[in-house]
């Protein structure tokens, strides 16, 4: 009997189940709920967004560009990110841009060692590998709508596997006041608020590329051009914060 072909893993993320979390994550994420709620109501008042703060007195806004100029970067967490935009095609229904996650080479352990998937570009000078720990794509006043993964080409980033990547979520902070520092906090925030999301995404992400790599072996899957996108995850804010709320029993 000829047995059924695996089915190739989705690149859309479920929703966690977030009941069997520590009460200390929990509490982490409920809390940076609040902030990123802060954050954009603070905005808000001024007539101003997250959007409107990246793109300030930079000129026009345009696709592929990388805003601020010069990216943003915390010297003392090793974190960086930037915003920009794709032709509309390659970007989500509503979606003005996004934001890239980075850690930056000295905020990776000298011992840690990239993943070694076939074909995979991977810098010489370890102070020259960074990471990409997943991407915040927004509306045109600054509301979430998505996450996502890209393929290491995309970033250029060395490509390290999930289970490396993830215990640096928690060290992602931006605690510069450049271009604003409401729109620092709301980015750190967002990553903890969406911890288990970012998780999963990193985790799917390797899920798809080692399937890829199955599927067409001797080919680089890491930096096949028609792979962009490697996971992604659909935001529902209010869902969230009612899920933390019902595992943490309030």
């Known amino acids: 009997m000829r047995q059924a072909a695996a089915v190739p893993p989705s690149s859309i993320l479920d929703a966690p189940d977030l009941s069997a979390l520590p009460a200390e994550r929990l509490e982490d994420m409920h809390d940076a709920a609040a902030t990123v709620l802060q954050c954009e109501a603070a905005l808000a008042k001024s007539g101003m967004s997250v959007v409107s703060e990246v793109l300030r007195g930079q000129g026009d806004f345009l696709v592929w560009e990388r805003y601020p100029r010069g990216d943003v970067f915390d010297t003392e967490t090793h974190s960086q990110y930037f915003y ?14 996004h934001f890239h ?18 074909g995979a570009v991977v810098a010489d000078d370890p102070a020259a590998r960074f990471i990409h720990i997943g991407a915040i794509s927004v509306d045109a ?25 993830i215990p640096l979520l928690d060290r992602f902070t931006i605690g510069v006041a450049h271009p604003n520092w ?20 990193l985790r799917l992400r390797d899920a798809v590329l080692r399937d890829r790599a199955a599927r ?9 051009r028609t792979l962009q996108n490697t996971s992604e995850f659909r935001l529902d804010r209010a869902a969230q914060i009612a899920a933390i709320e019902e595992a943490l029993g309030i």
């Open 84 to 97: 920009h935009a794709h032709a509309p095609e390659e970007m989500a229904k509503g979606e003005n841009g």
């Open 216 to 224: 067409q072996p001797g080919t680089a899957v890491s930096e096949d």
């Open 141 to 165: 006043h600054g509301q979430p709508i998505r996450l996502f993964t890209t393929n290491r080409w995309v970033t250029n980033e060395t490509l390290f596997a999930a289970r490396d990547v």
């Open 101 to 118: 996650l980075f850690v930056r080479p000295a905020g990776l352990a000298p011992d840690l060692r990239p993943w070694a998937l076939d």
């Open 182 to 201: 409401a729109v620092s906090q709301w980015l750190t925030s967002m990553v903890r608020l969406y911890h288990p999301q970012f998780a999963g995404l």
